[in-house]
């Protein structure tokens, strides 16, 4: 890797003034489990490095008059053990799906949420929209594990195992820059890139995320489908929270995950769940709403099925209602 300057400030506003007015003068390092690789592969060269892990107000897991708060140096490991998130299931089984212990042990809830694309194109340093000879690689080339949402040019698929879940669950993020803090809707949060100069989350470079406000919830579930069971990121998943009123849903949020840019909110599945009573009829339907809109590429149709699958069993196992 390339040679940095190396920091580890004790405090946030420390931290905020050693951070770089653009993207790539410095880096940010919290459990390192995507940075380390990032700068081992020279897709990142930044001339300073950032440790934020000695900054204590930045961690930590409590529940609040608003929901319950999670510092964004909170492990997924200290999720799992949280007693304060045993009702968000949904949060709990995406924090369980990143199948690495070690993972889990370093990487946090702020590193997830701002994690680079695992695009293979992107880590081979073709950029977030890559292109080699007039050529759109991810439409032209091999894109079995990219989008099947969205109208492009980015086509590289969210990497957040938590992001899905924070959007159907109304999270908010703070951010905190050289202003002040500020705080962002989760399903803002995350961005499909329109040029290669912009970010996929948004964030400045001189912005740290410092929490994650999870509000009280309905009834929620996630699922996922995997290749396999050891660490590797799904091929789609649902991540769905039901309002009930009686038997019927009073109000859905469902969202998508690894299937687009960004968490893909499936409005037409929600829409089509209202007022209805939940049976596998009705959540297999509403799975078929959720990728009516799907425009799969070449090699990757077979992500509509999956996600299809998923949001039916995000929403079965929700509502407690066996297949």
Known sequence: MQAFEYASPATLP?????????????????????????????????KRVVNIKGIKELGGIAKTAAGVRIGALATLDELLASADL??????????????????RNRGTAGGDLCQRPRCWYFRAGFGLLPQYEGKDLAVDGDNR????????????????????????????ITVAGPKGNRTVA??????????????????????????????????????EVRQKEALDWPLATASVV??????????ARIVLGHVAPTPWVAAQAEKFLAGKSLTADVAEQAGQAAVADARPLSGNAYKVQLAKVAVKRALLAAAGVKA
């Open 145 to 172: 594990y990219h989008s099947i949402f969205g109208d492009g040019p980015a086509r590289f698929v969210s990497a957040s195992s938590l992001g899905p879940t924070l959007v159907a669950l109304g999270a908010r």
């Open 86 to 103: 045993k009702a968000y299931p949904a949060l709990l089984a995406a924090a369980r799906g990143v199948a690495s212990p070690q993972s």
């Open 242 to 251: 039901l309002r009930m009123k009686g038997s019927s849903v009073a109000g």
């Open 14 to 46: 420390e931290a905020i003034a050693l951070l770089g007015a653009k993207w790539g003068e410095a880096d940010i390092l919290a459990g390192g489990t995507d940075l380390l690789a990032l700068l081992k592969d020279y897709l990142c060269t930044p």
């Open 186 to 223: 989760a399903d803002r949060f995350f961005v499909a890139p329109k040029t290669a100069a912009q970010r996929e989350i948004a964030i400045q470079p001189n912005e740290i995320v410092t929490e994650v406000l999870v509000p009280a919830a309905g009834r929620n579930a996630t699922y």
